[in-house]
């Protein structure tokens, strides 16, 4: 079983910035593809970043390209997710989500791979 914990969300001005954080628990977290989706109110949960066992591959959605980073630190069982240039249609709940892939290069995007999520943090952008 994995447990997900994000943080770091909150109301920023748009322009602004925020570092989310998801802690997971489990030995085997270097082996889990890490993800983080959004969704806003009323639309469906959406992919925004990806990153593989070690953190050399990353995958973003064209709408975060540039603008968000994600990044992991396996010693501290964490995946963080740098947004900056927020937009008001960034306003959302992240969630963070483990896929326990079996090749280490391996990122996917696809909602359904990914077996286990947070509670979600709630990202405000106001104009």
């Known amino acids: 079983q994995v447990q997900l914990v994000e943080s770091g969300g909150g109301l920023v001005q748009a322009g602004g910035s925020l570092r989310l954080s998801c802690a997971a628990s489990?030995?085997?977290?270097?082996?889990?593809?890490m993800g983080w989706f959004r969704q806003a109110p009323g639309k469906e949960r959406e992919f925004v970043a990806a990153i593989n066992w070690s953190g050399s591959s990353t995958d973003y959605a064209d709408s975060v390209k540039g603008r968000f980073t994600i990044s992991r630190d396996n010693a501290k069982n964490t995946v963080y997710l740098q947004v900056n240039s927020l937009k008001p249609d960034d306003t959302a709940v992240y969630y963070c989500?483990?896929?326990?892939?079996?090749?280490?290069?391996?990122?996917?995007?696809?909602?359904?791979?990914?077996?286990?999520w947070g509670q979600g943090t709630q990202v405000t952008v106001s104009s």
């Open positions: 489990g030995r085997t977290f270097s082996s889990y593809v």
């Open positions: 989500a483990a896929h326990i892939a079996s090749s280490s290069n391996y990122v996917t995007r696809i909602r359904g791979q990914y077996l286990y």
